[in-house]
């Protein structure tokens, strides 16, 4: 059994991740232990010694999800981390880190949105499109505002029965098309569980 560590900032961001990643490693022979730090900062504070944790136990990798927030730029997330943590999580190459740190620009939200499936079907939605612009992509407002619109209220990821419905419909193959960030996050995590050779 192949063990992960993933820490994320709230409870809803663990049902999701618990949802999509023992679906989408399903029959790979991968635990995923998810933890939820309640927040930015705190995850940001105890990352590294959740790191430390992973490792004594044997876990393969740790990954730490973060939101962008106000950031105009993931690097000036990865700023506020302790300067010896942010070290190691941007060691080159990335096949060398034990530790990895993926910021969701901005929220969360945003990699929901990216999977325009996933919102069509769980809004009752069909001409949805993800809106390719520049600048920072949709995030925890609209989806909030499309679920008031469709008439899911209260709703949005901060609803942990609403995060439950969105990971039974996200695929982060196909949402990964529409946002970098999450692509960053989710080429990092199959590039170290690939199935290794005999």
Partial sequence: MRRVGVAVE?????????????????GA??????RSLNGRDRLIREAPG????????????????LDADDAPCPPEVLNLLD????REVTRQPASLRYAH?????????????????????????????????????????KLVRLCRERGFSP??????????QA???????????CSPS????????CDRLKPRST
């Fill in 83 to 86: 300067e010896e943590f942010k």
């Fill in 29 to 34: 022979g991968c635990w995923f232990d998810i």
């Fill in 167 to 177: 990971a039974g419909r996200f695929d982060p193959e196909r949402a990964q098309t």
């Fill in 101 to 141: 740190v993926c910021v969701a620009f901005r929220e969360l939200e945003s990699w929901i949105l990216a999977d325009e499936i996933c919102i069509r079907e769980l809004l009752n939605f069909p001409e949805y499109c993800f809106e390719h612009r520049q600048g920072p992509p949709p995030a925890k407002a």
């Fill in 155 to 164: 709703a949005g990821m901060e609803d942990r029965d609403f995060a439950k």
């Fill in 10 to 26: 709230g409870p809803s961001d663990r049902v999701f991740w618990t949802r999509v990643l023992g679906r989408q490693f399903a």
């Fill in 182 to 189: 999450l692509a960053y996050f989710w080429t990092r995590l």
């Fill in 50 to 65: 959740l790191a430390e944790t992973f490792r004594n136990a044997k876990y393969e990798a740790a990954y730490f999800v």
